[in-house]
């Protein structure tokens, strides 16, 4: 069964400073793996994906993610943090053979910015 | 576009008791999934639906079930509330053709409060 680790908790940044968010998952075969991100009283909205090709991928909001086999890992990143980046990020892998491509989900990350 | 519903927004029940959920699927899709997410934790998949018939079942009792109507509306239904079944409930839509994925696209959710 497919598993996404997310080891850091809580993460506190700076206002313009990087961030970078860690996601290790277990999957047997190619994963379609996603960054969803939740702010408070809200549903999860996809900041970005990756199925296939290009291991860098570009999102929204100013996000980006990179996928590395080798690693079993999908790292999001953004070069400058926004105040309004506050919230809780969440790595989910789909799985892709189940039919119905179920995600699976990370305990999340809760990101804390300061101004 | 009109984009996924869900209510109640917040609902307080107590031991033993049964809960309704609902979810309004957005417009031209025809799958609806449910997820569980405890307090501190990621979401956790429930079951999908599928033209009316469950398409996908997570590690969830006999006592969640779940009905889609023909307008690919969904309910998730719980008997016998536990303590534990207190959470947020997210309600997610997507396009389920073939082998090819489709985003599933998030309610806000409905908190669930068991006493």
């Known amino acids: 069964a497919q598993s996404v680790t997310q080891p850091d908790i809580h993460i506190t940044v700076s206002e313009g400073a990087s961030l970078e968010l860690r996601c290790n998952y277990s999957y047997g075969a190619t994963p379609y793996l996603f960054w969803y991100v939740q702010s408070p009283g809200q549903g999860l909205q996809l900041l970005l994906k990756?199925?296939?090709?290009?291991?860098l991928v570009q999102g929204i909001k100013g996000f980006e993610a990179e996928f590395k086999r080798s690693q079993s890992s999908f790292n999001l990143r953004k070069p400058s943090v926004h105040w309004s980046d506050a919230a809780e990020y969440f790595c989910?892998?789909?799985?892709?053979?189940?039919?119905?491509?179920?995600?699976?989900f990370g305990k999340g990350t809760k990101l804390s910015v300061i101004p | 576009e009109t984009g996924v519903t869900q209510s109640p927004t917040h609902l307080i029940k107590t031991r033993g008791q049964q809960v309704t959920l609902r979810c309004s699927s957005q417009s031209g899709h025809n799958t609806v999934s449910w997820y569980q997410q405890a307090l501190g934790q990621g979401p956790q998949f429930i079951f999908q639906y599928y033209r009316e018939e469950e398409n996908g079942r997570g590690n969830f009792p006999p006592r969640f079930s779940g009905l889609q109507f023909p307008n690919y509306s969904s309910e998730l239904n719980v008997n016998a509330l536990e303590l534990d079944d207190s959470a947020l409930y997210l309600c997610?839509?997507?396009?389920?053709?073939?082998?090819?994925?489709?985003?599933?696209?998030f309610g806000p959710g409905t908190r669930l409060t068991v006493l």
């Open positions: 997610a839509s997507s396009i389920l053709a073939g082998s090819l994925y489709n985003e599933q696209f």
């Open positions: 989910a892998v789909a799985d892709s053979g189940a039919g119905s491509y179920q995600l699976t």
């Open positions: 990756y199925f296939s090709g290009d291991t």
